[in-house]
C-alpha cells in the first residue's frame, strides 16, 4: 500500500487554500508560520519552563522521556500571539463553525457553533523517547466516525526546533480522518511531519498521530494548542461560580460531577508540578483516578 504524503505549504496561502488540504488530507504543514523574531522569544519563554520540568510519569502515553509544559497563555506572550495566529484560528472557524438549523419555537434558525482554547502544552520529546500510541484527539470527547456531520477539533504542533524523522517529529496518517472507527491504524502507514523551526502541523481531531520516537542526541522540541468546539461544556460555569471553599466541603461525587475530577479520557486535566494531575488535588484531596489511566 503507498504511503500518502503530508502537502507543504506557505504561510502565505490563503485560509480557503489551507482548509481545502486539511480536509482532503486531514493536515497540512505551514512553512515559515512564525517569524524567527517570533520563534526566538518563544524558546526564551518556553526555556525558563522546560528546563525546570520533569519528565512524565506516564511511560505508555505521555512519555517517560518527554517534558511537557501547560498553562502557557498565562505563561508566555508568544503563546498567545500564536494563537491568535488568522492562518490557525481562522482555519479552525471554518472547518469547525458549521452552522445548523434549530427550532425555536415556530421559527427555524440557523445557529453556528463557538469555538474555545481547548489546550496549550509544549513538548518535549528527548533522546531515548519511543513511539507514542496512535490515536485521535477527538477520542477525548469519544466521537464517533464517521463523524456527526462535523469536526470536534483542529489541532496544530509549532516546529520550536528542527522536526526531521530521527529526533520523533510528529507521525501522521494522512487520509485518516476518513476511516470508521473499526480500523485499527499502524505506525508502516505513518508518514513523519518534518518541518523546519517556525513552521507548523495543522491537523483535524480525526486523524490518527503520535509522538515519534527520539533517536539523536537532542531534544526536539514543539508547541501544540487546539481548538474545539464550544459546546463540549457544562452549560453552567460551576468552576467559577462556586467558591472553592464551598467546593471543599461537598461530597465527593458532588464534586466530580461538578467538574473537579479529570476523565478517563485526559479531559479536565490541570498541571501540577510538570504532569497532568486529577483537579481535585488542588482541593488538598486525592485524585479519584490517575489522569488518563487506561485511555
Not at 66 to 83: E, F, G, M, P, Y
Not at 201 to 217: E, P, R, T
Not at 237 to 244: A, E, G, M, V, Y
Request: proline share 5%; with cysteine; hydrophobic share 40%.
Amino acid at each position: 500500500m503507498e504511503t500518502k504524503k503530508l502537502t507543504t505549504l506557505d504561510s502565505s496561502e490563503s485560509v480557503e487554500r489551507v482548509v481545502e488540504v486539511i480536509q482532503r488530507d486531514g493536515g497540512v504543514i505551514i512553512s515559515n508560520f512564525i517569524s524567527d523574531q517570533a520563534l526566538q522569544a518563544l524558546r526564551a519563554e518556553l526555556d525558563l519552563y522546560l528546563n525546570e520540568t520533569p519528565y512524565g510519569e506516564d511511560a505508555y502515553f505521555a512519555g517517560a522521556q518527554t517534558r511537557r509544559v501547560a498553562r502557557l497563555i498565562a505563561r508566555s506572550d508568544a503563546a498567545v500571539s500564536i494563537a491568535l495566529h488568522p492562518l490557525f484560528i481562522e482555519s479552525a472557524q471554518k472547518i469547525l463553525q458549521t452552522p445548523t438549523h434549530v427550532w425555536s419555537g415556530s421559527e427555524r434558525i440557523e445557529v453556528a457553533p463557538n469555538i474555545q482554547l481547548s489546550f496549550t502544552q509544549a513538548i518535549q520529546i528527548c533522546p531515548g523517547q519511543g513511539l507514542q500510541p496512535l490515536h485521535r484527539d477527538d477520542a477525548t470527547s469519544l466521537w464517533r466516525h464517521p463523524q456527526y456531520g462535523r469536526e470536534a477539533r483542529l489541532q496544530m504542533m509549532l516546529a520550536v526546533s528542527d522536526f526531521t524523522e530521527e529526533n520523533g517529529a510528529t507521525r501522521v496518517i494522512p487520509g485518516s480522518h476518513t476511516w470508521d472507527d473499526e480500523r485499527m491504524p499502524t505506525q508502516e502507514e505513518t508518514v513523519p511531519a518534518e518541518m523546519s523551526a517556525g513552521s507548523a502541523l495543522f491537523w483535524i481531531g480525526s486523524v490518527y498521530h503520535g509522538g515519534g520516537a527520539n533517536n539523536s542526541d537532542r531534544p526536539r522540541t514543539g508547541l501544540s494548542m487546539a481548538y474545539d468546539l464550544a459546546f463540549l461544556r457544562s452549560e453552567e460555569n460551576h468552576l467559577l461560580s462556586i467558591p472553592i471553599e464551598r467546593v471543599r466541603e461537598l461530597p465527593e461525587e458532588m464534586q466530580q460531577l461538578l467538574g473537579w475530577s479529570a476523565s478517563r479520557t485526559f479531559l479536565g486535566w490541570v498541571e501540577i508540578d510538570g504532569q497532568m494531575r486529577d483537579p481535585r488535588e488542588l482541593l488538598g484531596m486525592p485524585s479519584f483516578k490517575e489522569v488518563g489511566k487506561g485511555f
